[in-house]
């Protein structure tokens, strides 16, 4: 008994000065309800990390107003929170969501307030009914249940997610598994615009020598010139070395957009998961500022060589798990150390 608790003393003494060494303290996470205003703030060490938000006035529930470590907030602001010079075209691009174009012929990615009501029929909601757990600690835990719905609000899919949300002194990590369960036959047909999104802040948009037109909600459409558009410098890379524009389309098992933001380098990662279906994932990320995961646009991305319909039977069940880090510091995120985190999150379950 006396060797094995010197042993635990001894692996607990060389963790804490592995942790004081490379300088990372664990931080405290903190998930708090708001049951009036159907939001859930995750806080980290006191500060803002994110909101969850599920208010009966948005289509599909969503984070929105990720910070860095630092408090940099690397989602867009538009439409909930605009921000000065930032981009308001695509209405449903809320901060971090997860939903799909087709599914039964219902689209579920492009509904937002800006679609006429005569055209309402042709969309699906995702309706956040409970949050079944909120719990605080070294890892923050939220989960919810969902039901995809038609604008009959006969129900699709049982969308049950879980959030863990955890973080360092400069880095934030939020690990999401979703399983999605058929209340009738579904099928997820082949489609561009999936699965797993973000909206980048305006930063880290990358640079383009093209005119930019961008249409609000009220259809005014605003030109920003090439060459005056000072603030995007954000860039992407994939696991397979793809680059900037190049990315588009491509597989991998990772994809990284970095740019300078404040005083530091910020990165944003979407790690896949080798269960995922259609591993590695193919990455619809744009220039513009939507970065996103797609293993189900095969047919667009390979240009119609080949095709990916998800079917699944009433009852049926299917599971995606996706990694998200936020990362600040001198340096971008080196590739290095995404693969040991792609590699440990490959093995988690």
Not at 173 to 190: C, E, G, N, S, Y
Not at 304 to 315: E, P, R
């Amino acid at each position: 008994m006396k060797i094995v608790a010197k042993n635990v003393a001894v692996c607990v003494l060389v963790f804490f000065i592995f942790s004081m060494a490379s300088g990372q303290k664990r931080a405290a996470i903190q998930v708090v309800k708001n049951h009036s205003g159907k939001k859930v703030d995750i806080l980290a060490n006191g500060k803002i990390f994110a909101s969850f938000l599920f208010p009966d006035s948005l289509e599909k529930p969503a984070l929105f107003d990720i910070h860095t470590a630092g408090g940099m907030v690397v989602t867009r602001g538009y439409p909930l929170k605009p921000q000065p010079g930032e981009p308001n075209d695509h209405p449903h691009h809320i901060g971090m969501w997860f939903n799909f174009e087709n599914v039964n012929g219902l689209d579920f990615w492009n509904n937002s307030f800006a679609i006429p009501a005569e055209k309402k029929h042709a969309y699906g909601w995702i309706k956040t009914d409970r949050i079944e757990q909120a719990t605080s600690g070294e890892k923050g835990i939220l989960s919810y249940h969902a039901n995809w719905v038609n604008q009959q609000n006969n129900t699709l899919l049982e969308e049950t997610t879980r959030f863990e949300f955890s973080g360092t002194d400069h880095q934030r990590i939020i690990d999401r598994v979703t399983v999605l369960k058929a209340d009738m036959p579904v099928v997820f047909t082949d489609a561009k615009d999936g699965l797993m999104g973000i909206r980048l802040a305006h930063a880290l948009q990358m640079p383009t020598d093209k005119d930019q037109y961008f249409t609000d909600d009220k259809g005014n459409e605003t030109i920003v010139k090439a060459g005056t558009d000072n603030i995007a410098r954000g860039n992407y890379v994939s696991s397979e070395g793809k680059m900037g524009d190049s990315v588009w389309s491509t597989r991998g098992r990772w994809c990284k957009v970095y740019a300078p933001m404040g005083k530091d380098s910020v990165s944003v990662v979407i790690i896949d998961h080798p269960e995922n279906p259609n591993y590695p994932t193919y990455w619809h990320a744009r220039g513009y500022g939507l970065f996103a995961a797609n293993p189900l646009g095969e047919k667009i991305f390979t240009n119609g060589q080949k095709v990916k319909n998800l079917s699944l039977k009433k009852g049926e069940t299917v599971t995606f798990r996706y990694r998200v880090i936020i990362d600040e510091g001198m340096n971008s995120m080196p590739i290095k150390t995404i693969n040991q985190q792609a590699d440990q999150f490959a093995r988690t379950r």
